[in-house]
Structure formats: structure tokens, C-alpha cells
């Protein structure tokens, strides 16, 4: 059988090192050996875009296990992998909510050997809270925050052993700050985050890195299922002043958020991508650079009014304001894809 891409690298890593004949598995690769990157959640959206992104990487840093709940999804992700597939992308099955089936994909990894885990996968949840049933929010922690204790759980203590290893979790803004009707999701990251800043003490002792991204809206499937769910969620519980706020409010103002300041799933990864290849990886990283005024408020102010004050002005009290800032941003967005088009042309 002929080695792939990826042994060849690694060969390569022994030759030049030659004292070093650890760094074909678990030893020091000091950027010449590919790493092994467990992804979740692959068959759409971010987790694809990454997936792919780093399938084709022009240096070929890295063997890509790219992993979805469904294989008969696998479709869209063969497609753009193109001839990475079977060389630098592998597609397998994992719902991170079996510890048995996130076992069996490790377990299928040689020598388990993890070097990224890219922690995905997620589910997303709008709406007043005495609408939703606490099944829904069961589940929707058993993915976003169990999901990812199970596979830290699976993983972490061999990249202790190895005294190595990056965890990488697609947080969000909301695991940060709080938004009105995201109570649950956003509670599922707030949670993703305060075990995230407390295994990250102990994983610095061992040389593993954590790294959160946080990105702002992005325009993929995940906001296709809200608007669906939210068409047919049962709001007869709900007072007629609180269902103002959510159909007069929210959903017309969420839809024009995330067409103005929503980004490219493509984008998410190529931030993702950098923060992998860093050589000292941040602990947070924000996608889109529009949201950093938002979250700063919350340190401005240790009580917690500021932020709590100024997003209910903006809501509730100037919302005239909010919605002319989100025109301007839509103006300048609009000409800034303009000159980007521009510039691309011969
Ligand atoms: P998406 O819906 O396209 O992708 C989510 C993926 O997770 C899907 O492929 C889905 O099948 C998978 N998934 C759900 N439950 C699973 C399970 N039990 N096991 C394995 N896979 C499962 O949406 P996306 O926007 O690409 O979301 C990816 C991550 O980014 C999520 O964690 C989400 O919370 C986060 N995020 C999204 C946005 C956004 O606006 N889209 C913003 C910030 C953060």
C-alpha cells in the first residue's frame, strides 16, 4: 500500500530530526508532522467549511477526521473535500451524544491519537422560555455542553499523557453576553465556557491548549432550523405583550441582523484555521470584530447594569436608533462586498 500525504510529511518530520524518531506519533512535530483533527458536527455549516479547510491546506499540516451524526448527509462534505477525500479527509459517524458512539470513533483513530478536537457540533433555540418544554432544553444541553464534557472526557486524558494537544470549541457572542429570547442556548455556552476557563487551568499544566471561538451571527443551516422551529412553536402560554416583543421584535430585527452582520461560514473557518495553527493559541477569539463593543460593555462594569441597561434602551426605547445603525451597517457592509468584488476583477 502506498503511504498518503500525510506519512510522507510525517517521514520527512524523522528525517530532518532524526533524533527525534518519536515524532511520527505523539512526539514533538515542531510543525512538520500532520496533525490528527477530530471535528464534530461535519455535515453542514461551520464544521463543513473547517472540515474542508483544513483537508486543503496547501502544506498538508493536517489528517482530518471529519464526523457527523447521519453518514447519509455525508454528500455536501464529499463534494467540496474533492481529492482530499481519503487522503487528508476521512468521514466518520459520531453523535456526540453517545458516549458509546464517540468511544467507537476514537477507538478507530490509530494509537487514539487526537492532536485537535474541534468540539462543533450544537443546537440552537429561540423563543420565550414558557414556550419551549424542558425536554427540548434537555436535549438541546445533552448536545451544546454534555456533548462536549463526553468527548474532553474521551480525549483529554491522552493528550495529558502525551503532554500535548489543542481543544477547540465553537462557542459563541451569547456564551459571553445574554440575548433577549436565547435563554437556553444562550445558558448551554455561558455553560460551554465556565468549563472550558476551568479544564483550561489544568490543561496548561499538562501543555494541552483550549481555545474558544465566539463568533457573532453566521448565515447557515442553524438559522434556516430556528425560523422553522420558531414557525411552529406553541406560544398559547405566551402573554400578548411578551409575543409583541418576540414577532414584532425579534424575529423581524433577528432575520436583518443576521443578513447585516451575519458572516460566511467560510469566514468562521478561516479564523477557526489560524487560531489551530497559532503558535500560541488564544483562550478566546471573536470572529467578527462588530460584536467587541457589545461584550466589552460586561467588563466596563461589575454590577452588570451597563450592558443590562443599554441593550434594554436599544430594544425597548430606542429602537428607532437601532434600526437606522442597522441600515447604516447594511450600507457599508453592501459597499464593502462592492470593493472586495471590485478588486477580484481582472
Ligand atoms: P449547523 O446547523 O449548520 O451545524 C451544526 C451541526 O451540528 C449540524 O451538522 C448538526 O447535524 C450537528 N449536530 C447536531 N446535533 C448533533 C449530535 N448530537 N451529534 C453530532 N452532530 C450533531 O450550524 P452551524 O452554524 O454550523 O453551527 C456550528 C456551531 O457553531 C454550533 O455549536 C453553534 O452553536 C455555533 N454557532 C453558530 C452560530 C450561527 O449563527 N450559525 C453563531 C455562533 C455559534
Redesign the pocket.
Given at each position: 500500500m502506498e503511504p498518503d500525504v500525510c506519512q510522507l510529511v510525517e517521514l520527512l518530520g524523522v528525517l530532518w530530526y532524526p533524533e527525534e524518531t518519536s515524532a511520527v506519533i505523539g512526539g514533538p512535530d515542531r510543525g512538520m508532522s500532520c496533525r490528527n483533527v477530530l471535528l464534530?458536527?461535519?455535515?453542514?455549516?461551520?464544521?463543513l467549511a473547517l472540515a474542508v479547510r483544513l483537508a486543503k491546506d496547501e502544506l498538508k499540516r493536517f489528517r482530518v477526521i471529519a464526523t457527523?451524526?447521519n453518514l447519509d448527509k455525508r454528500e455536501a462534505l464529499e463534494k467540496q473535500a474533492g481529492p482530499a477525500l481519503d487522503k487528508t479527509l476521512e468521514i466518520r459517524q459520531?453523535?456526540?451524544?453517545s458516549e458509546e458512539s464517540i468511544r467507537r470513533c476514537v477507538e478507530g483513530i490509530p494509537q487514539r491519537r487526537v492532536d485537535v478536537l474541534v468540539n462543533?457540533?450544537?443546537?440552537?433555540m429561540i423563543g420565550p422560555v414558557e414556550s419551549q418544554s424542558v425536554a427540548a432544553m434537555k436535549n438541546l444541553f445533552d448536545?451544546?455542553f454534555f456533548?462536549l464534557v463526553r468527548l474532553v472526557r474521551e480525549v483529554f486524558p491522552d493528550m495529558k499523557r502525551r503532554r500535548r494537544g489543542h481543544i477547540v470549541v465553537?462557542?459563541?457572542v451569547l456564551g459571553l453576553q445574554g440575548l433577549i429570547f436565547n435563554d437556553i442556548y444562550s445558558a448551554s455556552?455561558f455553560a460551554a465556557e465556565g468549563f472550558c476557563e476551568s479544564l483550561a487551568l489544568q490543561a496548561l499544566k499538562f501543555g494541552v491548549n483550549i481555545s474558544l471561538i465566539e463568533?457573532?451571527?453566521?448565515v447557515?443551516?442553524?438559522?434556516r432550523?430556528l425560523y422553522e422551529e420558531a414557525a411552529c412553536m406553541d406560544l398559547s402560554a405566551v402573554d400578548q405583550e411578551t409575543l409583541d416583543i418576540f414577532q414584532g421584535f425579534y424575529m423581524a430585527y433577528s432575520k436583518e441582523v443576521f443578513t447585516v452582520l451575519g458572516q460566511s461560514?467560510d469566514e468562521v473557518a478561516e479564523h477557526t484555521a489560524k487560531v489551530i495553527l497559532a503558535e500560541k493559541p488564544p483562550f478566546r477569539y471573536q470572529t467578527n470584530s462588530l460584536y467587541t463593543p457589545m461584550t466589552t460593555l460586561k467588563h466596563a462594569d461589575p454590577t452588570g447594569n451597563l450592558p443590562l441597561n443599554a441593550f434594554h434602551q436599544m430594544i425597548f426605547q430606542h429602537d428607532r436608533l437601532f434600526k437606522a445603525s442597522l441600515s447604516l451597517l447594511k450600507m457599508l457592509q453592501w459597499r464593502k462586498r462592492r470593493d472586495v468584488s471590485y478588486n477580484k476583477s481582472p
Open positions: 464534530t458536527g461535519c455535515s453542514s455549516g461551520i464544521g457527523m451524526r459520531m453523535d456526540v451524544t462543533n457540533a450544537g443546537l440552537g448536545t451544546n456533548g465553537m462557542s459563541s455556552k463568533p457573532g451571527p453566521v447557515t443551516e442553524f438559522e432550523k461560514p
